[in-house]
């Protein structure tokens, strides 16, 4: 069942809103009649629709268009500072789910939209506030958090059984052989359909996959070796050559 939520944004062109979930907590399906940036100040945030999951690490964000229908999976304890934007507000916000960088000037914004009041005057200090987060959100950097999900039945099931048990061996060849198709034709369907090469597509889940365990507080050796990674060192390279840190640093600063 899908609910849907509806702001007035008669006097502003967004509305802030602050929520503290914790570790376990969920929201079903449901879907918004404005854009929605969602900000995790900390924990990890997993966003389920229709054309796939998205993964928010802390100190990032989700944006999700206007009517677009999702459910949320919390983990740890996050602290999430959520804009509520009205679709009209600019010709030029984003079209598409994705996971954005929040700058640290947007967090600043964000976190001072809160205490506004709802109505003010034009040319006043909080409309330019308000004007200043819409130009921040149009030029936010897209990040590789997206598990895109395949169109065909066989395509969805094999990814269903990657998400079910990330750390068992998934090579293409193995992977096309369950499937009943050559190498070659299994790779060309996947990024047909995905956009991602078949082992971009099980990098990626796995990375996400981390990000939730860390986030639970797993050593990152235990993270590493249950994902199919052979040693610490290997995982720590891959996640630092996608974050830009080690994953005990990244954590330890989201």
Not at 12 to 36: I, K, M, N, T
Not at 124 to 153: C, G, K, Q, T, W
Not at 236 to 243: G, H, K, P, Q
Request: with cysteine; glycine share 6%.
């Amino acid at each position: 069942m899908t609910t849907t939520s509806t702001f007035t944004f008669t006097h502003r062109p967004l509305v802030p809103f602050a929520h503290d979930y914790v570790h376990g907590d969920s929201e079903p399906w449901h879907e918004h009649d404005c854009a929605q940036l969602l900000h995790a100040l900390s924990g990890v945030v997993r966003v389920d629709t229709a054309s796939g999951c998205w993964v928010v690490p802390p100190g990032r964000g989700v944006w999700l268009p206007a009517g677009t229908r999702h459910s949320l999976r919390i983990t740890g304890n996050v602290a999430a500072r959520t804009l509520f934007i009205d679709p009209l507000a600019r010709a030029d916000l984003p079209a598409a789910c994705q996971i954005v960088q929040i700058s640290p000037l947007l967090r600043e914004l964000i976190l001072a939209s809160l205490a506004l009041p709802e109505s003010y005057s034009p040319g006043s200090r909080d409309e330019r506030v308000y004007e200043l987060i819409l130009d921040e959100i149009r030029i936010m950097p897209v990040l590789p958090f997206h598990l895109p999900e395949p169109e065909s039945a066989p395509l969805r099931h094999l990814c269903q059984q990657i998400r079910q048990s990330p750390g068992d061996r998934w090579n293409s060849l193995q992977a096309a052989s369950s499937l009943g198709m050559s190498e070659r034709t299994m790779n060309r369907h996947f990024q047909q359909q995905t956009g991602l090469r078949y082992f971009e597509w099980l990098r990626r889940a796995r990375l996400l996959e981390a990000l939730v365990r860390l986030a639970q507080g797993q050593p990152v050796l235990r993270v590493a070796l249950e994902l199919g990674y052979g040693s610490h060192s290997a995982f720590t390279a891959m996640f630092r050559r996608v974050m830009g840190v080690s994953p005990s640093d990244y954590f330890k600063n989201g």
